[in-house]
């Protein structure tokens, strides 16, 4: 299913506008200090700077406060300035003060608020918005989502309307309209006019499944920080390392990205010998021939020819780690627990990956999917669980443990949550050894969770038994082997067809509410094509690939924005 235009597709914004916006913000900045500058660069603007030319804030500053009496105790006379990404906080003035060089050092503001990573993807690059807001109650990252949307009607145009689901989506979105009444107001026809925000804690369920799409499993794998990544000697076939921009430009990548990965392979060997093709049109060329061959062929195939090979290579990398047996049987417990069928084999493979410590991470990714799915774990299996892991993995993960479960990730069913009537009934007349055995077999029946009753509602999980062929995908499931439509995904399908969320109370309230669509003004352009979807806490690659699978059945383009 490769990604390819649409008939009659609609344009999308020019969004490198955003680029040179940030880029002369900055050197603006930079030019109010004359002469020449000494810049100290905090490690995490790196990249987001390389892109266009978060910060451990408080830390940052300390650095530059040592820095600043250092040069008074040796009597060096220098002017100072800090400027702050994307936005200056109280808490960093204090320490200045604090340190007695407050009156030594000028603070600014660089607004640099979202970064196009490619045609249909901006960032805020906010790794720690998650951690600040779900988990920590801090909202200072608020403002800067709120900002960012009104930097982006600022260049494109208003928005027709707003949609939104979670609390955080609904304090961005008042956010968003203070600054909006505070600012001058300008109209201008609209690029793109709907936007969709939704928390990340809405739908804890996709992240916490294996992606099998390429360019999930690249992240998976490699890790791709800021639209780019690193592959290693082992994917190079040389004893260097290639950093690699990850984008549309990229024409071997931006036909494989959203594939199911069973499918990359084939792919690429049709790709490798239509390239071989290419390349033997030069025998039997006269010198003319061969001049027009070089000049305009030669080095598109030779890059060509590079970016094939690295994503050979990274695509035989992730063959020896993801067809592994440890890996299909991983991904059979997965789809099991979203299907709820077999729950004590999943709890039992489960301990089996935490005893064999196959993976830190992949233990508790199964923890929580479990806990999720199952509405909490029975209490005997969740101490057993937490001591099995603790013992395996070391005591200073009781932190982890605490911080998810007050994110509600990973719970302990509340006694009487989970016995019936005729269970509690059973109990009295056998022993209590086959008490359990029937508790465990009739708790995954009679008990329901929210997960089960959204995946009912919204057909979330695709009957059992169905062939589904991933070489021609039928719906976003294929994202998932076609086991499973991301949640979040299905939501913003849902109410894009209803244009809003009437009919779907039901649903609305099992998610606790704090839904909203408003009207802001009429649009009859082809910008009611584009949809702009702001996921406030981060997302994944495989919802993106589910989204663009989404618009190309739709004839609509969702551009994607990431914390």
Not at 54 to 76: C, P, Y
Not at 165 to 178: F, L
Request: proline share 2%; glycine share 6%.
């Amino acid at each position: 299913m490769a990604h390819t235009e649409w008939k009659d597709a609609p344009g999308l914004p020019d969004f490198s506008l955003l680029k040179r916006l940030a880029r002369d913000q900055l050197i603006f900045l930079l030019e109010q200090l004359p002469g020449k500058k000494d810049l100290f660069i905090d490690a995490d603007l790196m990249s987001p700077l390389d892109r266009i030319a978060n910060v451990t804030i408080l830390k940052f500053v300390l650095m530059f406060t040592d820095l600043v009496n250092a040069d008074k105790v040796a009597g060096r006379f220098r002017r100072y300035k800090i400027i702050f990404t994307p936005q200056k906080f109280y808490a960093c003035e204090t320490v200045l003060e604090e340190q007695g060089v407050y009156g030594d050092v000028t603070t600014d503001e660089w607004n640099f608020y979202i970064l196009p990573l490619d045609d249909d993807i901006l960032s805020l690059e906010l790794p720690e918005f998650f951690r600040d807001n779900f988990l920590e109650g801090d909202q200072r990252w608020v403002t800067t989502a709120g900002s960012a949307l009104r930097l982006l009607q600022s260049v494109y145009g208003s928005f027709s309307k707003v949609y939104g689901i979670g609390r955080c989506a609904k304090m961005v979105y008042e956010s968003w309209r203070e600054l909006m009444e505070d600012g001058e107001q300008r109209t201008r026809q609209p690029e793109f006019a709907k936007v969709f925000l939704v928390d990340r804690d809405v739908d804890f369920v996709t992240p916490l499944c294996s992606q099998v799409v390429y360019e999930g499993l690249v992240d998976d794998l490699f890790r791709i920080k800021c639209g780019s990544v690193e592959f290693g000697p082992d994917v190079t076939s040389s004893d260097k390392s290639i950093k690699v921009m990850l984008n549309s430009q990229d024409k071997v990548f931006s036909e494989i990205r959203n594939e199911h990965f069973s499918n990359v392979f084939g792919f690429l060997s049709q790709k490798a010998k239509n390239l071989q093709t290419a390349y033997d049109k030069r025998r039997g060329m006269d010198i003319q021939q061969m001049k027009a061959f070089v000049a305009d062929e030669l080095k598109g195939l030779k890059q060509e020819h590079r970016l094939l090979s690295l994503h050979i290579g990274a695509s035989e990398s992730m063959m020896k780690k993801k067809t592994k047996q440890d890996f299909q049987e991983l991904l059979k417990t997965e789809h099991s627990l979203l299907e709820g069928f077999e729950i004590r084999e999943c709890i039992t493979y489960i301990e089996e990956h935490i005893n064999r410590q196959v993976s830190m991470i992949d233990s508790l990714r199964l923890l929580c999917l479990l806990s999720i799915t199952e509405n909490g774990l029975l209490s005997k299996d969740y101490r057993s669980l937490k001591a099995q892991y603790l013992q395996s993995y070391g005591i200073e993960h009781l932190l982890t443990f605490a911080n998810l479960r007050q994110l509600g990730l990973l719970e302990e069913q509340q006694a009487g949550e989970t016995l019936t009537v005729m269970e509690s009934k059973v109990g009295k007349l056998v022993n209590d050894k086959t008490v359990g055995k029937l508790t465990d077999a009739f708790s995954s029946l009679a008990k329901k969770s929210n997960f089960r009753a959204l995946s009912k509602r919204l057909a979330l999980v695709p009957k059992s038994g169905e062939e589904y062929d991933l070489r021609v995908p039928r719906d976003m499931a294929y994202v998932f082997s076609g086991a499973y439509i991301p949640l979040s995904c299905k939501l913003i399908e849902q109410v894009l067809e209803r244009d809003g969320w009437t009919g779907m109370e039901e649903v609305t309230r099992m998610l606790n509410g704090q839904e909203f669509a408003v009207t802001e003004a009429r649009s009859k352009t082809d910008a009611q094509r584009i949809v702009l979807v702001m996921f406030l806490g981060g997302c994944t690659f495989s919802e993106i690939s589910a989204l663009r699978f989404l618009g190309k059945e739709r004839g609509t383009y969702y551009v994607k924005q990431m914390e």
